[in-house]
């Protein structure tokens, strides 16, 4: 979703759509864009993007390994500047430059800032559910689907000095 500078007024612009169309290849083809709701107001050379969108992502749960949808609903804010001169490594950043992309041709690609907050969003171990029991470490059943009555092995008596450590650790953190 391409935006030209030269079509933002001075007032700003409010883009409002029921679904963006993914232009992601790969394993982002499936993720859903829509509603969107976004306001893009000039600041000199620079473009202040605000607003909510809403996004449908296809993951795989890390404890079941079932597919799921995760319905993302995000506030976004943003700024674009034109590109600084120069070759990437030779352009320092400040701590204030790590909420601002770049452009270059006059032109703003609101699908990639999307799709940006959208990985922001995504959790590092994506559940299910939050209470999701996860595959059984003996037999490998999806618990979820079935309680699985597999007798758990006894912890090898060469790790318990380590089980005891764990058992420390997660109590110092309570």
């Known amino acids: 979703m391409m935006i030209r500078l ?28 829509g509603p969107v709701s976004v306001f893009l107001r000039k600041e000199g050379a620079e473009v202040v993007v605000t607003g909510t969108f809403h996004a449908r992502v296809p993951l795989t749960c890390g404890r079941c390994l079932e597919p799921f949808i995760l319905a993302l609903n995000d506030q976004v804010a943003g700024r674009f500047t034109r590109r600084p001169p120069g070759r990437a490594e030779e352009v320092a950043l400040s701590t204030d430059d790590l909420d601002v992309a770049f452009y270059d041709v006059d032109e703003i690609d609101l699908g990639a800032f999307f799709r940006a907050e959208t990985l922001l969003d995504v959790p590092m171990k994506p559940l299910c559910r939050e209470g999701c029991p996860g595959l059984c470490p003996v037999c490998g059943g ?30 110092q953190e309570k």
Request: proline share 10%; with cysteine; net charge negative.
């Open 142 to 171: 999806n618990r979820n689907l079935n309680p699985c009555a597999c007798e758990t092995r006894p912890l090898d008596p060469r790790l318990a000095p380590f089980r005891a450590l764990a058992d420390r650790l997660i109590h």
């Open 6 to 33: 030269e079509d933002i007024p001075d007032e700003g612009l409010k883009i409002e759509r029921a679904a963006i169309p993914s232009v992601f290849t790969g394993e982002e083809v499936n993720w859903g864009f």
